[in-house]
């Protein structure tokens, strides 16, 4: 494999691990979240569905002892939706719950990263998402942090 | 012949009608929405979601109300929704290692990595009614305290440190896991199988086992290694795109319990595991499953099968409270058919034992 292959090759891995943290953050976005930014955007391109929105179930998964063999533990509501821009870019988007509406937004956001001159204002989006989460979970692990143990050992008697 | 009887629509139709009026209530009152349902009354939500083996707040808060908070009628409408939808696919295990931690305590181990984090928790409370939850008295938020960053390291591999206790349960190669929505249940079935079950099993019914089993009906040994409660990531493997994306997080608990040790010629004694996983906050039915999980291994280990906590067959079989009620509630159907067979039957014994009865009289009488 010649070098030039490699580094097309991690571009493309870079690339895929881009857009895999940007759905993860559009799965967790609250569908308030995407219609304020999409409601900022200007020129709003035209989006054609091409799948959904549609509600189906995942089967969720856990692990024997937290780390042994698979299990199928219960099933989660997902709702998907694909779209298509005028250029033919596919987005897709999925997320717990059942709310259409926030799927189709996720899956035009998608295929709104995927385009160059839109990317930045997705990461915008992508990173303000990002920082209410990191906010949330902090909060979240600070109060659980106070109601930590703090052992103490009593000392009885003189010696 | 067999007579069709038909009529009741108007009665059932008015049931139902009556029905609504009751489950609305005094109309002075607010209605309760399904918000306040998922905020106020979280942990039936989220038994109704466990049993149901659907994750969806929402739709299990609206189950709850719409069955007029009858949790087991509630779980049986959001099975029911469940089997309107479209399976789209198998989510990659979630990752309970790394889990955003709310709660986190072990009896085995005093001081260990991550701490013991008590979290949103009834232990230690007085269990006395609190009259000030008669009103609505503002609520102090909840205090906080720097988050040292530590890792919560899991118990079983502390202890598998020392390499005194079995692996988390592995099953041999190219088992691929089982799905009881997919498959009838056939007996002797999996652990993979079994703990599918059990994670829907009725928390009534598994915390009864698991107490028999403390009771000396099967006696395992138990020591809560850990439970733990929090948030996990869902992720899904997308072909298309070649890569797995998160569909964001659910919260499950999770009960990794220690058990007496077990040992052979071959390997050297090491305490064995029972596991219990479940969705939402339902610390009860995660021990309880544990528990019993442990009891269902009787025959990997060797031992006496002595107890109704081990007997695969009774414990799965029974543990689905969906199909218990429905098999129990089915009694109050009309049986009028069937039970008129029986009283013909039984009128026709009645007679023969009458004159049966009549002949020794006259024969003692002559």
């Given at each position: 494999m010649t070098s030039t292959q490699k580094s097309a090759e991690s571009a493309a891995k870079g690339a895929a691990g881009e857009r895999q943290r940007a759905m993860g953050l559009l799965a967790k976005a609250s569908r308030a979240e995407?219609?304020?930014?999409?409601?900022?955007?200007?020129?709003?391109?035209?989006?054609?569905?091409?799948?959904g929105p549609e509600t189906g179930l995942v089967m969720v998964r856990g692990r024997i002892g937290g780390g042994g063999a698979p299990f199928n533990l219960g099933e989660a509501t997902v709702t998907r939706a694909s779209i298509r821009l005028e250029d033919g870019t596919v987005g897709h988007g999925q997320s717990?719950?059942?709310?259409?509406?926030?799927?189709?937004?996720?899956?035009?956001?998608?295929?709104?990263?995927?385009?160059?001159?839109?990317?930045?204002?997705?990461?915008?989006?992508?990173?303000?998402?990002?920082?209410?989460?990191?906010?949330?979970?902090?909060?979240?692990?600070?109060q659980t942090a106070a109601t930590r143990v703090d052992f103490f050992t009593m000392v009885r008697g003189e010696d | 012949m067999y007579v069709a009887v038909k009529g009741g629509e108007a009665a059932i139709s008015n049931a139902h009608r009556l029905l609504a009026d009751r489950r609305r209530g005094d109309r002075s009152l607010p209605a309760i929405g399904i918000e306040q349902i998922v905020a106020q009354l979280g942990l039936a939500v989220d038994r109704v979601m466990a049993e149901a083996s659907l994750y969806d707040r929402a739709l299990a808060a609206l189950?709850?109300?719409?069955?007029?908070?009858?949790?087991?009628?509630?779980?049986f409408i959001l099975r029911a929704y469940r089997?309107?939808?479209?399976?789209?696919?198998?989510?990659?295990?979630?990752?309970?290692?790394?889990?955003?931690?709310?709660?986190?305590?072990?009896?085995?181990?005093?001081?260990?990595?991550?701490?013991?984090?008590?979290?949103?928790?009834f232990d230690y409370t007085h269990r006395l009614l609190d009259p000030s939850l008669l009103g609505d008295e503002p609520v102090d938020t909840a205090l906080e305290r720097d988050e040292p960053g530590e890792p919560v390291m899991r118990v079983s591999d502390?202890?598998?440190?020392?390499?005194?206790?079995?692996?988390?349960?592995?099953?041999?190669?190219?088992?691929?896991?089982?799905d009881l929505t997919r498959e009838p249940l056939e007996f002797p079935m999996a652990r993979d199988l079994r703990l599918q079950a059990l994670a829907r099993g009725d928390e009534g019914f598994l915390l009864a086992l698991g107490y028999s089993t403390q009771r000396g009906y099967a006696r395992t040994h138990p020591f809560v290694g850990e439970v733990r409660i929090g948030e996990v990531e869902v992720e899904l493997d997308m072909p298309e795109l070649g890569f797995s994306v998160s569909l964001g997080r659910i919260q499950v608990t999770e009960c990794q319990m220690v058990n007496q040790f077990k040992g052979s010629a071959k390997n050297p004694p090491q305490f064995t595991r029972g596991y219990?996983?479940?969705?939402?906050?339902?610390?009860?039915?995660?021990?309880?499953?544990?528990?019993?999980?442990?009891?269902?291994?009787?025959?990997?280990?060797?031992?006496?099968?002595?107890?109704?906590?081990?007997?695969?067959?009774?414990?799965?079989?029974?543990?689905?409270?969906?199909?218990?009620?429905?098999?129990?509630?089915?009694?109050?159907l009309p049986h009028y058919v069937d039970f008129q067979a029986e009283l013909d039957l039984v009128r026709r014994m009645r007679r023969e034992y009458e004159e049966r009865a009549d002949a020794v009289m006259r024969d003692a009488a002559e």
């Open positions: 995407l219609q304020a930014a999409w409601d900022t955007i200007g020129d709003k391109p035209a989006a054609q569905p091409v799948r717990l719950g059942t709310d259409p509406v926030k799927a189709r937004l996720a899956a035009t956001f998608d295929a709104l990263f995927q385009q160059p001159a839109r990317k930045a204002d997705v990461e915008t989006l992508l990173d303000a998402i990002a920082a209410r989460i990191a906010d949330e979970d902090a909060e979240k692990a600070r | 189950a709850v109300r719409q069955a007029r908070g009858d949790m087991i009628e509630a779980i089997t309107t939808l479209p399976r789209f696919g198998y989510s990659k295990p979630v990752e309970t290692g790394v889990m955003l931690v709310e709660r986190r305590v072990s009896a085995t181990y005093k001081d260990l990595p991550g701490g013991q984090l008590l979290g949103p928790t502390i202890l598998a440190g020392e390499g005194l206790v079995e692996d988390d349960g592995n099953l041999p190669e190219g088992h691929v896991a089982g219990g996983l479940v969705f939402g906050q339902s610390e009860r039915k995660a021990m309880a499953m544990s528990l019993v999980d442990r009891a269902l291994r009787a025959e990997e280990f060797g031992e006496d099968i002595v107890a109704p906590a081990q007997d695969e067959e009774f414990v799965i079989s029974h543990s689905d409270n969906v199909q218990a009620t429905g098999f129990v509630e089915h009694l109050k």
